[in-house]
Nanobody
Framework: QVQLVESGGGLVQPGGSLRLSCAAS????????IGWFRQAPGKEREGVSC????????NYGDSVKGRFAISRDNAKNTVYLQMNSLKPEDTAVYYC????????????????????WGQGTPVTVSA
């Protein structure tokens, strides 16, 4: 069974950091685009970051460039999202998704390309 499971969300103060994890099972992530997307109440799902696991190339949404970093550990079949300098506007449910045979440059702009999704992990940035 193909599955993605996110973890690491929580409550953090503005300026703080969190690291999200996306663990894959039922498939190996060594040739996929794995993306982090987020969805705030009343808003559409937004691309945050994406990594091409075959070569490690990455893409980021404009609102998180310079603050977030995506990485992967193919041996653990896991993708991470390190989030620094968090702002209240980063508050959302964060989802990871996967698709094969597509590049992150395409995927990050449209969540509909993703074929497998996790259940999401909530992130709240508040004082």
């Amino acid at each position: 069974q193909v599955q993605l499971v996110e973890s690491g969300g929580g409550l953090v103060q503005p300026g703080g950091s969190l690291r999200l994890s996306c663990a894959a099972s039922g498939f190996t992530v060594d040739d996929y685009a794995i993306g982090w997307f987020r969805q705030a109440p009343g808003k559409e799902r937004e691309g945050v970051s994406c990594i091409n696991t075959n070569d490690g190339s990455t893409n980021y949404g404009d609102s998180v460039k310079g603050r977030f970093a995506i990485s992967r550990d193919n041996a653990k079949n896991t993708v991470y999202l390190q989030m620094n300098s968090l702002k209240p506007e980063d508050t959302a449910v964060y989802y990871c998704g996967a698709v094969d045979r597509l590049d992150c440059a395409v995927v990050i702009g449209n969540y509909r390309y993703l074929e497998v999704w996790g259940q999401g992990t909530p992130v709240t940035v508040s004082a």
